[in-house]
Structures are given as C-alpha cells and as structure tokens.
C-alpha cells in the first residue's frame, strides 16, 4: 500500500501517523510538505491532527488554501481514498471535500482524553476492519470538534448512511458527546466513501503500551483493502 501524509506547519500528529500506517503496512508512507504541488501515485492520502498555521482564523482555514490541497482535492475527485483526523478532518470541512463545519467545543475547552465512538457504518474501506455498532475507546484532543451542519445536510447524511463514527458512553448508551457536535457525529464520509474525516485519533490506539488497541483495526482493514 503507497500511503501519503501531508505535513502543514503546526502539524503533530504527522509522525504518530506515519507509525501506525507502517506498523499496518511495512511500509512506511512518504511525508509530503503542504508547498508541494504534484503528489505520486498513491493508495491513501492522510491529512493529520496538530494546530496547522496555530489554528490561526479558524481550525483548517489555512491549511486548506495550502499548495498541496488542490493535489489532494483532485486525486481524492478521482477515488483516492482521503483520511483527515482532527485538525485534518477541519482541513476537509475548510476545502469543501466534506460538508458541515468544526466549531468550538460545546464548554469552550480544550478536550484531551479518551472517549467512545460507535462504528455507524463498517460500509467503507477505512471501516471495513470493525463490526456495525462496535463500541471503541479512542483518544481526543481538539478544541474545535463541535461539528455543525444545516438540519437538511444531517438527515442527508444519516439518511444515505454517511456517519461513520457517533459518540457514546462507555456502556454504550448515547450520552457520551464530549463536545456538543450534533447527533453526536464523530465522523462523516462523502458521498462515495472515499474520504473519511473524524475527529477521534486511531493512530494513538495502535499500541498497548499507549494504553489500548481500538485504532489498529482501521489501518489493517486499509492494507487489505489497498494493499498491491
């Protein structure tokens, strides 16, 4: 599988990132800086959390006017599959290649712990490794993860199944929403399924010394499923 992950000033998850796609792979993706134009042929494109420009404007803003971004938007338009977490997820909303917004967390603080998500839908290649309705523990660590969209956008997609992640207790009841996003979406896909965008971090549930393991199936699901 020949991954990609795109570095923007601020970035800091970038090498968290690289770790997990290795350790699923053997392979160990290319690092790809935001002022680049041109990108190889590549398998998966991963966008990752940090503060890219410090969060300066709004979460993203920046980082989705970067140079690399008209790259990563066309090859996503073609099918590549397109992974943004946290930052990178406000990256997809400020690029227009997800719908909806990241705005300040409900309480108007920095969140940074584990937390539960649902696996709303396993109907993708970056889900494909987890069952429907499995309860995850997966870390945190945003301060814009209150996502927003119109009424009429939130039914489009949970009507056409594009959650991809809800927020849960851990017993697995629905009142687990660490920040205020609505319906309790902790990540979305587009239209196809080939970009994922969540706010949730997997690539810090990879190891057992990192304190859990929930995060290794997304990544061995994605080898199998792009693996040449």
Known sequence: MKSAVIVFPG????????VALE???GVAPEMIWHRETTLPLLDLIVLPGGFAYGDYLRGGAIAARSPIMRAVAERANQGVPLLGICNGFQVLTESSLLPGVLMRNAGLKYICRDIHVRVASTESVFTQGYAQDQ?????????EGNYR???SMLDRLEGEGLVAFRYAACDGSADGN????ARDIAGIFNHSRTVLGL????????????????GVAMFE??????AR
């Not at 970035?11 to 690289?18: E, H, K, M």
């Not at 309860?135 to 301060?143: E, G, T, Y």
């Not at 949730?200 to 929930?214: F, L, Q, S, W, Y």
Request: a negative charge; hydrophobic letters at 35%.
């Open 11 to 18: 970035s800091n998850c970038d090498r968290d990132i690289a």
């Open 23 to 25: 350790r699923a792979s």
């Open 135 to 143: 309860l995850l523990r997966i870390p945190i660590a945003h301060n």
């Open 149 to 151: 969209a119109q009424e």
């Open 178 to 181: 660490p920040n205020g996003s």
């Open 199 to 214: 706010m949730p971090h997997p690539e810090r549930a990879v190891d057992p010394a990192h304190g859990g393991t929930d």
């Open 221 to 226: 699901g994605l080898v199998a499923a792009l």
